[in-house]
């Protein structure tokens, strides 16, 4: 039996046993990892350079989505970028228009306004003629303004309103004729006296030729309520809530079309409509229609629902009156009634209303039943919608239209004397700005007078040609009637024709004066009053006087008798001829020619003594200036036909009233 170790040894032993596997471990552990190590080194190295080719092959060819999203990003910002552009110069295009003042408006026209005052003469049946000529219409009882009634000698008026006079308001007032003349006026609302009434002025046309586009602006509030309720009733009831355009209303107009199968409703706001008429064309394209809706926007945006329907009002067009467009209710009211707007009832205003959207389908004086029946369907949904009573639409349905056929087609009435009219504005103004700058022209034209003067002038030209055997219409004349004490021109005919032609004859017909220049030679001689006096007396003798460049002139008398020593008065008042030549002879031929250019003549005249007996060219104008002065006791007031200018504000430009000067 082998000898057992110590335990101490075999401890001993059995740790550096221990030791030495435990080294050979480590060593084999370490050059295991030593070797992983390098192979993972290798291997890493390897794949390096595939790695970074990759990542540049990734960062050359990016994806498609990457691609498309910037693409998207791209075309986004660009199309902002040109909405931008385009609504900004929509917006200019949007101020600019609905800032500018209308253009072409024709230079409105007014008569003398038509004045009954404290003993004037006047009848009751030319004051009837006026009122119906001017749009007033007889009741039994006034009511409203437009209205008169007739009781024997006693004329109740109710005055129109009147757009081109803000300082007036209608008034009634009681007028009593008596043996011819007005002897009491009353203000029914305060029952007192009153001097005078006016009926304001009356527009009897315009001073623009060729096409124009025509209209008289109105302000908001003279506009009756009745118009404003017709209007958001008929063509936009989201008016006052939607901002230009209106989603619901283009869908409600689509299910009406679609259920009456044809297009019987349009979706277009009033402020779509108004962008129509001030901006764009009639085209039916894309681009307008985006146009169309994208300033509509803009037009809500920078301005007020009551600026809006204000310039709608004024912009609509309504009609056609020959080379004329009606545009603006204040215009069409005095087109198709002959009435102010404020004066329309409810049924006129609902036909104008009804008129919208086919002005010459529905025109009242070509359909008049087409026109009737739209004017009673914009009635009912007056009704409909709570603005007039059953009352009242059963009676409007019923009334007839009332249209007027106006004489006044755009040009004057009255074209002799607005041509001398206009003569004179276009010294001041000039033509381009009497025809588009919508100035209101207040004339000295008195209709009555003026119609008159028409009837009393073809009558005594028609007597004429029968007594002296004369073709009937041949003969021709002119006719100038003025106020001495203000020069001012009441009426002018300027041939047999009220509508002459170019040639005015009043003002461009130069013939011998006659006899009308002996005032003139016999005035001359009175300036001198230590030689001459009324009852100085001239021998009414034969005469002769010799010429230098032919025979002796011998003048003689119209009745070719001689009547011996007549005195200066007399010799004037019978229109001697012998006597005037003489005088005129005495004082001289340059004192003649100097008198009568103090009188306002200023053509040349030859001096030549034929001239004392009126041999020297001369219009009728000349000759009434002349005698304007004579009238007026020496005091020479230069003719006008112009009381005052105002533009469409009702602002004074130029008030004309002459001082006058004293010979």
Do not use: C
């Amino acid at each position: 039996m082998p000898k057992r170790m110590p335990l101490k040894t075999m401890r001993k032993a059995s740790k550096k046993v221990t030791k030495k596997v435990a080294k050979k471990r480590t060593k084999k552990v370490v050059k295991k990892a030593a070797q992983k190590t390098i192979k993972k080194t290798t291997r890493r190295a390897k794949k390096a350079p595939v790695r970074k080719q990759r990542a540049s092959k990734r960062a050359k060819n990016p994806s498609l989505i990457r691609k498309l999203l910037g693409l998207v990003f791209g075309l986004g910002l660009l199309a902002v970028m040109v909405l931008a552009f385009w609504m900004w110069q929509l917006d200019r295009r949007v101020q600019a228009g609905f800032n500018a003042p209308f253009s072409s408006i024709p230079a409105h026209l007014y008569a003398k306004p038509y004045t009954l005052a404290l003993g004037d003469a006047h009848t009751m049946a030319e004051i009837k003629t006026v009122l119906i000529r001017r749009g007033y219409h007889q009741v039994s009882d006034i009511s409203a303004p437009g209205d008169f009634a007739v009781s024997k000698n006693v004329l109740d008026i109710f005055r129109q309103a009147d757009s081109t006079d803000k300082a007036s308001a209608p008034k009634a007032v009681r007028v009593i004729l008596h043996e011819g003349r007005v002897r009491q006026l009353t203000d029914h609302r305060s029952a007192k006296n009153i001097q005078s009434l006016s009926l304001l002025a009356d527009l009897i046309g315009n001073l623009a030729s060729g096409p124009m586009e025509d209209r008289i602006p109105l302000s908001l509030h003279e506009m009756p309520e009745i118009l404003l309720d017709g209007l958001i009733t008929m063509e936009d009831r989201r008016f006052m809530s939607h901002y230009g355009v209106d989603p619901l209303g283009i869908l409600r107009a689509l299910v009406q079309n679609i259920r009456h199968g044809r297009v019987t409703q349009g979706g277009s706001t009033l402020t779509q409509q108004l962008v129509k008429n001030i901006y764009l064309d009639d085209s039916r394209t894309l681009k307008r229609k985006v146009n169309e809706a994208l300033m509509a926007l803009l037009v809500e945006w920078r301005y007020t629902k009551s600026q809006i329907i204000e310039r709608y009002i004024n912009t609509i067009f309504l009609g056609q009156s020959g080379d004329r467009a009606i545009h603006g209710f204040g215009l069409a009211a005095q087109f198709y009634f002959d009435r102010k707007l404020a004066d329309l009832n409810p049924a006129q205003v609902a036909m104008l209303v009804g008129m919208i959207p086919a002005p010459s389908a529905y025109n009242p004086f070509r359909n008049a039943e087409r026109a009737k029946k739209r004017r009673n369907v914009v009635l009912k949904a007056l009704h409909d919608n709570g603005y007039i009573s059953a009352n009242e639409v059963a009676l409007y349905q019923q009334t007839p239209l009332n249209v007027v056929k106006t004489k006044n087609q755009g040009a004057s009435r009255y074209p002799a004397f607005s041509d001398l009219l206009n003569r004179q504005l276009n010294k001041d103004y000039g033509r381009a700005y009497l025809q588009q700058g919508g100035v209101n022209v207040y004339s000295t034209l008195d209709e009555s007078i003026q119609q008159s003067a028409q009837a009393e002038f073809k009558a005594a030209l028609a007597g004429l040609e029968n007594e002296h055997k004369i073709k009937m219409g041949s003969l021709q004349g002119a006719m100038i009637i003025l106020e001495p004490e203000t020069g001012e021109i009441v009426a002018l005919l300027g041939g047999r024709d009220a509508k002459t032609g170019n040639f005015n004859r009043a003002l461009d017909a130069k013939r011998p004066i006659g006899s009308l220049v002996k005032p003139a030679v016999y005035l001359t001689a009175l300036l001198n009053p230590a030689r001459y006096s009324a009852m100085s007396f001239i021998d009414d003798a034969p005469l002769s006087i010799e010429l230098p460049t032919a025979k002796a002139w011998q003048p003689g008398n119209y009745d070719h008798k001689y009547h011996g020593k007549v005195s200066l008065q007399k010799a004037l008042v019978h229109s001697y001829n012998i006597p005037a030549v003489k005088v005129g002879m005495e004082v001289g031929l340059d004192a003649v020619a100097t008198t009568l250019k103090r009188l306002g003549i200023t053509e040349a005249l030859n001096q030549y003594p034929s001239m004392l007996l009126g041999a020297s060219n001369l219009s009728l104008y000349e000759v009434a200036q002349m005698y304007q002065t004579l009238a007026n006791g020496g005091k020479l007031l230069p003719l006008t036909t112009v009381r005052s200018v105002a533009n469409n504000d009702q602002q004074t430009l130029t008030r004309y009233q002459s001082k006058g000067e004293q010979m």
